[in-house]
């Protein structure tokens, strides 16, 4: 009997034991979507702010297709205004498309808003870019690197720019002599890739075996990454890099291509510069030389040549700058989806307000690579238009639609 009883007490106690784990459990999961949804979800609202209802975990981030978050700007914009919230996986998010807002967040308060929000910390080496460095460690990198991008210093990658472009025009030409349409994405994107890996990167293509190995590596991180694939990166870094290689996918392998071909040529540079040997002046030359003194070190160098391919705000709340948004708001840019040059006039622009167009960003945080994107774009579309003439085909898409990706590109490109 006394053996019975102690077995009975034995089991009440375990069920007893379980019974107060699994409220504990609850208890935890509830104080969690309080702190976690509820009350920064309240703290928004309170603030004046409309926006969707978050879900726990994801936040608002599968309210729309992972391919049409710009279209999710272009929507929330009609339901919410020109300033409102949502939720970035756990993080409160105010989403500001006012121009005059803008202005404040990226120029006037900008000692407010100095550091990116921070939402996982990335792998190497994308965690020494310029978008997640923070405070003292991003203004020493951006002061060094801000000079490697004068005018001065960009006309010494100007040839490289030039002879890209030319091979890009040769492409065209032979397509439009063999009567052939080209879907223009692909040899546009491979021009940009040939630019950047030659000028940022430093890369000299030993044979086209060797340049088609490269920029492919590049295209699968910065050009043909898809948005599921990017949070994957982002946010769940460690177990990307487990899993991503075991699955058959590239991603992995492209970074260490890309970081190892850098690597090597930063340590064969810094041997010249020793040697007296005199080396390509490019981008990559220029932050290697501005870096001596400790100012950037070498893996900081190879995260910057990564990057150059990809108000009364409630306290916490991360600001998100809906630019696709605001350059879509017909509020600022009657019938948005016409192309109308003349938007861009001097009389035009001096109407319109100078934080309504926004494409590589403002203020101190503005594009570092801003002047060589326009430089090259400019270049190669002068190049074009003095030998080609566009015509649609039955292929053409009108309106042509979009993805979100790495960058926002063709859904069917």
Known sequence: MAVQEILTSSLLSQQLLSSVVVVLLCC??????????????????????KMPIPKPFIGNMMDYDSSSQHLAQVERQK????????????APTVWVGD??????????????????????????????????????DWKRVRTTVVPTFSAS?????????????????????????EQQSIDVWQPYGYFTMQVILATAFG?????????AKIIKAAGTLFRDLSTSAQ????????????????????????????????????????????????????????????????????????????????????????????????????????????????RFTPEAKAKQHPFSYIPFGGGPRNCIGMRLALMEVKLALVKILQKIEFVTVKETEIPLPLKTGATLSPANG
Not at 79 to 90: A, H, M, Q, R
Not at 302 to 324: C, E, H, R, S
Request: aromatic content about 10%; glycine content about 6%; hydrophobic content about 40%.
């Open 79 to 90: 339901l919410y205004g020109n300033v409102y919230g949502s939720f970035t996986f756990y």
């Open 99 to 136: 121009p005059e807002l803008l202005k404040v967040v990226m120029v006037k308060g900008f000692s407010n808003f100095t550091d990116r929000y921070s939402l996982a910390k990335l792998m190497k080496p994308l965690d020494k870019t310029l978008l997640q460095l923070k405070d003292k």
């Open 231 to 342: 949070l994957a990166v982002i946010y769940a870094s460690w177990m990307f890099k487990i899993f991503e290689p075991i699955i058959g996918g590239s991603i992995m392998n492209s970074i260490k291509t890309l970081t190892d071909v850098v690597q090597n040529i930063i340590k064969e540079r810094r041997k010249n510069l020793k040697e007296g040997i005199p080396c390509r002046k490019d981008i990559l030359q220029h932050m290697i030389e501005a870096g001596d003194g400790d100012n950037l070190n070498d893996e900081e160098i190879v995260a910057q040549a990564m990057i150059f391919l990809i108000a009364d705000i409630p306290k916490d709340a991360m600001i998100g700058l809906p630019i696709y948004g605001v350059h879509h708001n017909p509020q600022y840019w009657p019938d948005p989806e016409r192309f109308i040059p003349e």
């Open 203 to 211: 890369i000299h293509f030993e044979s086209p075996e060797h340049e």
């Open 28 to 49: 935890g999961f509830a104080i969690k979507i309080y702190h976690g949804y509820i009350r920064p979800y309240k703290r928004l609202t309170d603030s004046g702010l």
């Open 153 to 177: 210093k960009l006309k010494l990658v100007l040839p490289h720019v030039k002879t890209f472009s030319d091979n890009l025009v040769s492409t065209l030409v032979k397509a439009e002599a």
